[in-house]
């Protein structure tokens, strides 16, 4: 499954199976997990077997990722990269994920946080009951700015954001296609909305084949 792929495919899962994560699923995740946080300085963890830190809107959650890092203004955007890399990853080897805010994942105690780290937020992971459904999505023209010709790269990379996951599916994300030929992402205020940012701009790199340069 290519990075587009998944982007396609993914889709929030809410009810899992009880099954473990295979071995060699895992070996994958947790060799993706460990390259994120030496790239991010983010101190990401995978736990397994733990099936009190979610609740109510979900079933046979026991894994999950929890993203955690030093505490910084940017801490919000980085865990929605590095995470929705994971997330993308994880559909590329099989897997479901749900991100969640709503969770008790911060007080059931399974991980463990350095001085002057910040727990941000979990994402659950597992095998889906199901694949998960098609959502209501905004469209290219609600969240741009341009002015003249539309490149190619720029369309692909807002496509690419908009298959991104937000939280209660608010895609308050905009790109602006400036004269120098960066782009300027920013995103309305809202819950988790820097995390958001984080997810769209990953999503949005995958989409446009370019890299973190591309931004102003
Ligand atoms: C930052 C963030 C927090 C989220 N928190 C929750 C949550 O607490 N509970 C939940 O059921 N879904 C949560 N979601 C999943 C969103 O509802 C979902 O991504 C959105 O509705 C779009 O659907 P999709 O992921 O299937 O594309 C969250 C998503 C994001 C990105």
């Given amino acids: 499954m290519t990075l587009a792929e998944a982007m396609i495919q993914r889709h929030s899962v809410r009810k899992y199976q009880d099954r473990p994560i295979s071995n060699i699923a895992r070996f994958l995740l947790e060799e993706c997990i460990s390259k994120c946080n030496a790239e991010s300085g983010l101190h990401i963890q995978l736990v397994t077997g733990e099936p009190k830190a979610f609740g109510r809107m979900f079933s046979g959650v026991s894994n999950y990722i929890v993203m955690a890092g030093k505490k910084s203004s940017n801490l919000d955007e980085l865990c929605g990269y590095y995470g929705e890399k994971i997330v993308l990853f994880a559909q590329q080897l099989g897997l479901n994920t749900c991100w969640a805010g709503l969770s008790s994942a911060n007080k059931v105690g399974a991980f463990s946080l350095k001085e002057g780290e910040a727990y941000c937020i979990s994402i659950a992971v597992g095998y889906g009951e199901t694949q998960g459904s098609e959502r209501s999505t905004k469209v290219f023209d609600d969240v741009v700015k341009v002015r003249g010709a539309v490149p190619q790269w720029f369309r692909s990379g807002v496509e690419a954001a908009l298959l991104a996951p937000t939280a209660l599916n608010q895609q308050e994300f ?19 909305s820097k995390v958001d940012l984080g997810i769209a701009k990953y999503h949005f790199e995958a989409g446009s084949g370019k890299d973190s340069s591309v931004w102003a």
Wanted: aromatic share 6%.
């Fill in 174 to 192: 905009r790109f602006e296609l400036l004269e120098d030929g960066k782009v300027k992402a920013t995103v309305r205020r809202g819950i988790l």
